[in-house]
Structure formats: C-alpha cells, structure tokens
C-alpha cells in the first residue's frame, strides 16, 4: 500500500519535541517495517534512521510555519499538493480548509483543543484553542475515516475507531531501579504541564523527609537545587535510560489527550504518579496501572511509594501487563485496516 502521512513537523534535536511527531514517526518506520511505502509530507527533515522518504513542504514559504499562518494559510494550501500518488493520505493536524482529497483520507485527534482550551492559563490561549476546536470538527467532516486518541475525541468527533499509541519497544523496556529514589518529570514549567508544581513539590515535601531522593527533569526551566538534575533536551536514548532507572514519572499535567510518557513508562517498569486528565485514565486504566491523585494527595503519593518498596512494586508489575495492550503489531494492523475500510467508504461513495 501506498501511504502519505500527514504532519507539519517531524522529531529534530535541540528543540522541544511534542508528542504527536514522535508517534507520525514511529507509525511511519512500522508501516515501513510492515511491507508498505510510506512518504511523510512536513516542514521538518526526518531523524536520521529514517526508512520512510520525506516530501519538504513549501520550503519556499518558511513563514507558515508560524502559528498564525499554520492555521491559516497551510491547510488551504494543501489544495494545492498532488496526493494521487498515493493510496490513502492520512492527515494528524492542520487539514481543515484542504477540500480537494482525491484519495482516501483519514484524519487523527490526539484529544479535542476544546478540553485544550478549558486547561488553558491564559486568556490568548483559550481563546485561540476554542477557535482551533471548531477547524478540527471541520476536518472531522473531511475525513473519510476519523480516528479519536482519548474518549473526549472519540465523542466529539464522531470517530469511526479508538486510536492507540505505541511506543519503541526495544528502547522502553524494564532493567534495574537506581539505588536511591529518583523521578522523572517530562513538559514545561508553566501551562498545563505544570513543572513548576512538581518542582516545588518536591522541594518542599519529599525533599527534607527523603534528602537522597533525586528529580530529573526534562523542562524548559529548571531550579537550581543540587537535588534536581536539567536533563537539558535530551536524546530518546538517553531519556529511556533515565525513565528506566527511575522509581516514578511524575506528572502533573492538567490535560492529556493520550500521554505518551504514560505508556514509555510503564513499559520501562516504571510506576507513574499523575493529576488527573483523559489521557492519564485512558493509558493507567482509571488508576489501576498507575497514580492519578489530587494535588493535595500528590507529595503524600511520593513519599508512599518511596517509603514501601511493595507498593511500588506492585504498580510496576501491573503497569507493565497493562502495556501490552498497547503493542506495536496491535497497533500496526489496526491501521492497515483503517486505511481499508477508508478505501471502501471513499470508493462507495464516489
């Protein structure tokens, strides 16, 4: 099969990378890997390793990647792009105003900017998520297939499938735990990711009842503590290691579409300490794989699992059995066959 993969950007190092690119890349090395030839379309040049080829788009016009015009302008340009090469195109964002599909086409929602909007801190923000909300149920009416990542775009858009997530399954594995107890926090420290909260947290709380626990974090600022460690943008490779060492993730983001550190996680053998959003209960099955807590409950989860090696245990083992449900070949043939039924529907309807 023939598939064009639809992303305005792919992982590139020394900038912060979002979620959404890193499983566009992972999808298309698989699809790859699975008997198919895969051509990702987006702004950004692929990682290296890449078995996929790469179509730069609109390399003469560097100025829609700025937000405005992203949102704007690029999905009207795709108008423009020939996509009779392939078999399906499937599009992860940036699609609203692109009418002319003469292929098959699906769309994916990682999460609705609706819920984006209402776990928004600022005023610009909420307002141009809002704004965002009501392009993503015109694509969803675009689409000949809809795939929805979290209930809220299951329901929202109507989709015709739940999407899963996977992960690199020979990077996020479980090994040893390091000898004192160390955590991870991965996002940024103010918005919705809440580092800030985390930190200080930790600083506060656990730090003088547990003085060798150690925080690593991957975050665009980063406290000057000698018990807290800037990861300072670091390789994959570098942070499964840390995530596969580490006693707990720790999360305190108010909205999660999906959360894919949930599930490296948990695959990595490592319980996951989390406020409470639609991705952290879809991943940690409503709190059975995983932590989801109040804030005032969250220094007392901490110092919980620091304090009973059995607790922490438990949850290892059962966030790893909850990862299987998210394997690669699962995922993969899932896929394919949407790709299948979204050439049924589009040829029974032309």
């Known amino acids: 099969m023939k598939i064009g993969i639809f992303h305005a950007t792919l992982p590139a190092p020394g900038r912060k990378v979002g979620g959404v690119e890193v499983f566009v890349h ?3 090395l698989s699809l790859v890997d699975a008997g198919n030839e895969v051509e990702v379309i987006s702004f950004t040049e ?3 390793g890449a078995t996929y080829t790469h179509r730069p788009l609109f390399r003469r016009l560097p100025f829609l990647q700025k937000k405005l015009f992203r949102l704007s302008l690029l999905p009207l340009l795709l108008n423009f792009l020939d ?3 392939y078999d399906v195109i499937h599009f ?3 699609d609203w105003f692109c009418f002319r599909r003469p292929v098959p086409s699906l769309r994916t929602f990682y999460g609705s900017a609706r819920f984006e909007s209402r776990s928004a801190t600022s005023a610009k923000r909420k307002i141009a998520q809002a704004i965002v909300y009501r392009l993503e149920r015109l694509a969803a009416r675009l689409a000949d297939w809809v795939i929805g990542v979290g209930q809220e775009a299951i329901e929202l858009y109507h989709a015709d499938a739940v999407g899963k997530l996977f ?8 090994s040893a735990k390091s000898k004192d107890p160390t955590f991870l926090f991965i996002g940024a420290w103010e918005g919705r990711k809440r580092g800030k909260f985390v930190a200080e947290r930790f600083l506060a709380d656990v730090l003088p009842r547990a003085p060798n626990a150690k925080l690593f974090m991957a975050s665009d600022t980063v406290p000057a503590s000698a018990a807290i460690i800037d990861l300072n943008h670091p390789s994959d490779e570098r942070l499964a290691e840390v995530l596969r060492a580490a006693w707990g993730l720790l999360s305190a983001s108010t909205y999660e579409g999906f959360g894919i550190p949930y599930l490296e996680a948990i695959s990595s053998g490592t319980l996951v300490i989390t406020s409470a959003n639609p991705g952290a209960a879809f991943v940690l099955d409503n709190g059975k794989a995983g932590f989801i807590v109040a804030d005032a409950d969250y220094s007392k989860t901490i110092l919980d699992v620091i304090a009973q090696p059995g607790l922490r245990r438990d949850y290892e083992a059962i966030g790893l059995r909850r990862a299987t449900a998210f394997s690669e070949a699962t995922v993969i043939a899932e896929h394919l ?4 039924q ?5 040829n029974k309807r032309i």
């Open 26 to 28: 992972r999808l298309a």
């Open 46 to 48: 692929p990682p290296a």
């Open 83 to 85: 996509f009779r090469r």
């Open 92 to 94: 992860h964002g940036d």
């Open 167 to 174: 992960i690199s399954e020979s990077m996020f594995f479980p």
């Open 337 to 340: 066959d949407w790709y299948r």
């Open 342 to 346: 979204a050439m049924a529907r589009f």
